[in-house]
């Protein structure tokens, strides 16, 4: 029977045995910080309400919303002229959507059980989400998010605690990273400073672009939404300030001084540095005042990380909100929040060989098979060694030893032990190290206690 | 504005932080067993091509797809008689669906990845599945299953490491189980011996429900697909067969012993006896041979873990099959596997109490907040705490003491740590235990040295 290779969706992935090692490795980094800090679990369904999910995300965000198909006679309600029309005609075959991000069934899931959760509520939560996206080099249509918040308290406490965070995740990960700060009070001082504080969401969309296009087609585009020359003449210098975290923000004191809420952002930035200097978490902390992230619900701090050792976007970033779950009826729910990018932060660490061996190797010892009795005095050895938590197996055929080798060595098992018949009369086991071909003898009751396994 | 409160759908649910930490200590202590075993993790995306589902899974299966929306124009290539058939419309506007089970998904990684595999291949795989079901109680549309296969080998040392894992899951758990075992040769020879060697299906289906309709009604089931008066009495014999495994088999063995495939039943499972006898974990071990397990893709050991203490259907189950790949055009990829029971281990375990304190606090240690000074003095003895891996926080805002030692209250953070202004003076902190109200006062850089933390 001639069968096609089977496949899977495009943008979305298998991950083998070696790339889910190296994820739970992260993974299991990230979520040990988090539930140091004290942040809870949670998980959300993958399916949402579409009613929740439309018109969060933009125009463009509720096209790129993976939508189930409802169950059953789902054609009923459907008119001839649906036929010519996707936009009318999915609401009626539709209900449900994948989530697109972990942010909105957040905010569902704090209005649903508001009364159940007693705030300030800090939990942390890694599911995969889904987006519709074109599939290309390092964007996929499934891939795993990974967010912490603390919402219901103003403190900027909150903020020191996930700089906190970050340095230690990425120190964990042996990641050198350099966390950049900015303050949307600052970006509207800036705005309101260069008399267009009406625009501070164009202002804020294109100096977010500086990074990937540079001032000059920054200036451009504001141009293109009638900034004027005067206004951008003084844009420029703020946004190319050079030097100390001090410098920039005295300089800035100077320039939008004049801005109530410019002034209160920095003061909060000032503050959060002399938590981050008291708790000695100030290295590599710098304030970027062309750091704007595109998301227009952050209200205060924002957060992004940038790898020092390796070319790639920011890997983790984030910020404070006012509200979070206005868009569900319920106001005044301040939270501050960061995402790690788990995909990226793989790539950096596979890119600069930082997963450790135990993140690659899976199986410590192969107990080799040679019939019956053998196997049984290995299945006694074996269980000890499991006993002792070292990963273990034993192969489950009695076939020819080239083979049972060629197996320990392609799954890169780094020790191999035989009890034959000669180790089984004497209740010995040889021990061979498959990464240098040594090996030695040992009572095969003492194995579990050799102190290179 | 008023909104009415968000909600999820019917057969989703979300897993609260206290939900989540339980779980997670469950699947903690499977996924170690799986580890120790040798076992690899393996991920395969939520979407599947529906080509890859349809089929699999039988009609009523299909049915029970949830199935993705084309994104973009899905109308093209509709017609107006797609509009009153749902089942001529589906496939042209939805080629993919939402994973069913993780068996299928694991065939086909097997065939997609075949050359890269390493056979005797080990994996787990933990991840949900969604079916289109009519959510009851204790039935979802979206929910965990927890898979170990090995396939690639016919030995029956895999079915032995299979109870091996069984065992070790539920010990380490707190759970008594019976391990139920019996072969899919045997049920063959029973029909045959029987006289009805081709109705091997409809005898299997039929005595599956024995458990849950009794033995009469089973005999009414078989009367109705024609198997005969004097077929039935022979059957009823074997099915009700006690006493010893050995005494059961034995018994067999007279009566089926003219069955070839029979009598390979009894020999795998006199092995596979013989290799629990062997390695100490026959307890609790039974030959059941009314257990027939519905699927037919079953040829060898089928398997079933039922809780000693708690009603409740099976916990765990699986089986042997040749052939987990031939649905992709790959033949002879024999392998053995078992799945766990997610949600009903959980109900298991929270209905004898069994979850451990340390599943269900998650904050240690909480220390409240005085104000500018003692709050920095607090961070760093919590920095200390964090260091050796003890969950604590702070709380976030100088509230008032009551307002902060209910939030410790609600949130069952058994000890708080007070450094105020006295403390500050000192040096010193009280760490207070909320269980009993007692407190004592320590150096603030000792806390994280408490025998009791």
């Not at 069934?105 to 939560?125: L, T």
């Not at 996930?162 to 990960?173: E, N």
């Not at 020092?308 to 976007?313: A, K, M, T, V, W």
């Amino acid at each position: 029977m001639a069968v096609s290779k089977p496949s899977i969706p495009k943008g979305t992935r298998d991950f083998s045995p070696a790339e889910m090692s190296r994820r739970n490795y992260m993974f299991d980094v990230i979520k040990g910080v988090f539930r140091r800090h004290g942040f809870l679990p949670l998980e959300t369904p993958a399916m949402e309400n579409l009613s929740t999910l439309l018109g969060k995300y933009g125009e463009e965000g509720d096209k790129l919303l993976f939508r189930i198909l409802n169950s059953g006679d789902f054609t009923r309600g459907l008119a001839a002229d649906d036929l010519d029309n996707p936009s009318a005609m999915a609401p009626k075959i539709s209900d449900k959507g994948l989530r697109y991000d972990l942010t909105v069934p957040f905010a569902r899931y704090v209005v649903q059980h508001r009364n159940d959760i007693v705030f300030p509520f800090r939990r942390y939560q890694i599911q995969p989400v889904w987006r519709a996206d074109r599939p290309q080099r390092g964007r996929y249509r499934e891939f795993y998010q990974c967010d912490v918040d603390i919402v219901g308290s103003r403190s900027l406490l909150n903020e020191a605690e996930l700089v906190q965070i970050v340095r230690q995740v990425f120190s964990q990960l042996g990641i050198a990273v350099t966390i950049k700060l900015n303050n949307r009070k600052i970006l509207y001082g800036i705005a309101e400073s260069i008399g267009h504080a009406d625009r501070m969401t164009d202002i804020t969309v294109a100096i977010d672009k500086i990074d990937k296009i540079g001032m000059d087609a920054v200036c451009e585009e504001l141009r293109s939404k009638d900034i004027g020359e005067e206004a951008l003449d003084s844009l420029k210098p703020i946004l190319e300030l050079r030097g100390s975290n001090d410098l920039k923000l005295k300089t800035l004191r100077q320039t939008i001084g004049h801005s109530e809420t410019g002034m209160d952002g920095i003061g909060e930035m000032e503050k959060l540095l002399d938590y981050c200097a008291a708790l000695g978490i100030d290295g590599n902390v710098e304030v970027d005042l062309s750091l704007a992230r595109g998301l227009n619900y952050y209200t205060g701090t924002i957060f992004e990380v940038k790898a020092n050792d390796f070319e790639i976007g920011s890997i983790c970033g984030g910020g404070r909100y006012d509200d979070l779950t206005g868009i569900f009826g319920m106001p005044d729910t301040p939270g501050v929040g960061i995402s790690f990018g788990a995909d990226r932060i793989y790539d950096v660490m596979n890119g600069l060989g930082l997963f450790p061996d135990e993140a690659t190797v899976s199986t410590k010892v192969l107990f080799l098979n040679f019939g019956p009795q053998e196997e049984l005095a290995s299945m006694k050895a074996l269980a000890q060694l499991r006993e002792a938590g070292i990963p273990s197996e034993i192969y489950p055929d009695n076939a020819k030893v080239k083979k049972q080798m060629e197996y320990a060595n392609k799954r890169g098992i780094p020790f191999v032990v035989i009890i034959g018949s000669e180790e089984l009369a004497t209740g010995m086991a040889v021990v061979k190290d498959m990464r240098d071909g040594s090996q030695r003898t040992v009572p095969a009751g003492e194995i579990a206690r050799l102190p290179e396994l």
